[in-house]
C-alpha cells in the first residue's frame, strides 16, 4: 500500500501507535501483553498480539458493514493494523448486557443477571484517576465532549451492541459487557476506534458461565492465551496458524 512506518507515538499497555508516512493515518500493533487493576498485574501472553489483532479487524469489518463506521482501513500484518488517526475522545463508553464486574461491585449486586435492557455508561480515560463513572453532563460542563458527542456514542455503541451480541451469540456465547472508545475526524466526525477484543469485553460461554475474556487473567481462572486461541477457533472455525 506503500505506507510507511515512522516514529513511535504512544505504547499503552496492550498496543503501540506508529505514526506513519500520511498524517492522516496511524497503526496500531498490538502486543502480547497483558494488564490488569490499571497494571499492576502484567503478564506476556503467548499469541494475544496476533489473536485480538485478528478478531478486531474481524469485528470492525462486521460492524461496518452493519453500517456502523470506524477508524480502521485495513489489516497490514498479523499484529498491525492501518488506521485513520483521530483524536482520542477521554471517554470510555461501556454497554453491559448483564451484571458483572463494577456495575456488580458499586451496587452489591450478583453478577450473572440479564439487565432489562442494554446499559450504557461513560467513564473518565485516565489512567491516573482509575477511569471514575460519569454522569452524562460532566464531560459536556467539564469541555471533554458536547452533547451531540454524548448522543452520537450512545446511539452508536447500542448500534453496534446489536450487532455484537448476535454475532457472539451465534457462536453459543453472551456478550457480558464492553467497552468502546471514539475518536475525532479532522472536520470534527466522531468514528469508533481503539480495539474490539476479548481483553475490553466480557464473554461467557452459554449454558456454563465460562469465562471467554480477560477476566480468566485478572481473577486467575485459567490460561488465557489457550483461552483466546478458544475464541479465534470458534470465531474463525480454525486454529491460529504457526
Ligand atoms: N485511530 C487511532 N488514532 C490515534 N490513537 C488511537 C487510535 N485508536 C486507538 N488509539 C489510542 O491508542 C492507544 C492504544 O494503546 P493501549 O490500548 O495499549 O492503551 P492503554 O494502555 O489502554 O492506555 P490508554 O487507553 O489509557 O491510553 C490508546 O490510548 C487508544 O485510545
Ligand atoms: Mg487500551
Redesign the pocket.
Known sequence: MGVERSALL?E????R?FATSDPDL?I?EFKDDATAFNGVKHALISDKGRINCALSAYLFDRVREAGVDS?MVEKISDTELL????E?VPVEVVVRNFVAGSLAKRYGLEEGGRLARPLVEFFY?S?DLNDPLMGWDVPVILGWTRDWEMAFMKEQALQVNVILCAFWDDLGIDLVDYKL?F?RRPGGALVL???ITPDGCRLWEKGTGRKLDKDVFRRDLGDLSATYHEVYQRVFGAELGA
Open positions: 504512544y499503552g499497555k496492550s498496543k501507535v496511524v496500531l477508524h488506521c485513520r488517526n483521530v482520542i480515560k489512567d472508545e475518536g476506534a481503539d480495539e
